[in-house]
């Protein structure tokens, strides 16, 4: 079965992060024995989520298994608009498939996906995720990972759309990380 990596700004709250597990597992055609799931947590800041995203990523390209692996990946800040604050509306949602074969997937919002972007074979969006749920990691999200591992992505209702919908790498210099050690990265 195909293992789940999410990046979220919520990922800290280990009840969030349980009813994302069990969401999952319940859209799974077999759920039975799925717990290959794991949690990075990101603050509200889709550099930081990119920083992070790029990191998964390129691990799991070195020394996972790119063409079992599902990324999610959750940081949506809702800065682009007033009105999507005020609707409960977020970012598009996008799946993208890498030219490793590895799939990542989550609302475009910021920079969340700029450090990844040379890395894209194929982009999506998925139509009218982006509102209908307080919490759509839970209640619309979680179904879109359970197929991406079942393997029905032609199941899905994708919008095949340029990689140029993803803004393009940072310019200026900025923070992606600060570890536990206090190093700057």
Request: proline share 3%; charged share 25%.
């Amino acid at each position: 079965m195909k293992k789940l990596i999410v990046v979220a700004d919520w990922a800290s709250d280990s009840l969030t992060c349980e009813e994302i597990h069990l969401a999952v597992e319940g859209f799974l055609k077999d759920p039975t024995g799925f717990s290959d799931i794991s949690f990075v947590s990101s603050t509200p800041s889709t550099i930081h989520t990119a920083y992070l995203l790029r990191q998964v990523v390129e691990i799991e390209e070195r020394f996972g298994r790119p063409q079992e692996t599902i990324v999610f990946q959750n940081t949506d800040p809702r800065l682009q608009t007033k009105d999507g604050v005020e609707e409960a509306k977020g970012a598009e949602f996008i799946v993208l498939r890498l030219q490793s074969g590895l799939y990542v997937c989550g609302p475009n919002a910021g920079y969340d996906f700029s450090l990844i972007k040379d890395r894209i074979q194929v982009a999506y969006i998925y139509k009218d995720l982006d509102k209908g749920s307080q919490f759509r990691s839970r209640d619309l999200y979680s179904r879109v990972c359970a197929h991406l591992i079942d393997g029905l992505e032609k199941e899905l209702d994708l919008e095949e759309v340029s990689s140029g919908i993803i803004p393009s790498m940072m310019t200026k210099h900025y923070i992606g990380h600060i570890d536990n050690y206090g190093n700057i990265k």
